[in-house]
């Protein structure tokens, strides 16, 4: 599903089988305002939506060396520790 940036709600881009992406959506509550998208582990597996979305939102290559990725208005927060630290700075855990 393509995520929408209407009400200027973030969005963590994840991987399948990835302990730290799993670490950072253990984080998140039903009440944390971010969309989340788990993309497959593999890139070959990505179905042609999955890649488009990727590189709309500028995330495809980082995606490539590390996830996961929260994406906020073009900003890019890359990594579980950075990506904890925006959610206890913005009160969201």
């Known amino acids: 599903m393509i995520p929408t940036t209407e009400g200027n709600k973030p969005i963590l881009f994840s991987l399948e089988h990835c302990i730290k992406c799993q670490q950072t959506k253990d984080l998140l509550t039903d009440t944390t305002p971010i ?13 042609t939506e999955d ?37 206890q700075d913005n009160h969201h855990i």
Do not use: C, M
């Not at 593999?42 to 179905?47: N, V």
């Not at 490539?64 to 630290?85: D, F, S």
């Open 35 to 47: 969309h989340t998208v788990t993309l497959p582990h593999d890139f070959s597996a990505w179905s």
């Open 51 to 87: 890649l488009e979305v990727a590189k709309r939102y500028d995330v495809f290559e980082d995606l490539q060396r590390t996830a996961p990725i929260l994406w906020e208005n073009g900003i890019k927060i890359v990594g579980y520790l950075r990506i904890r630290k925006w959610l």
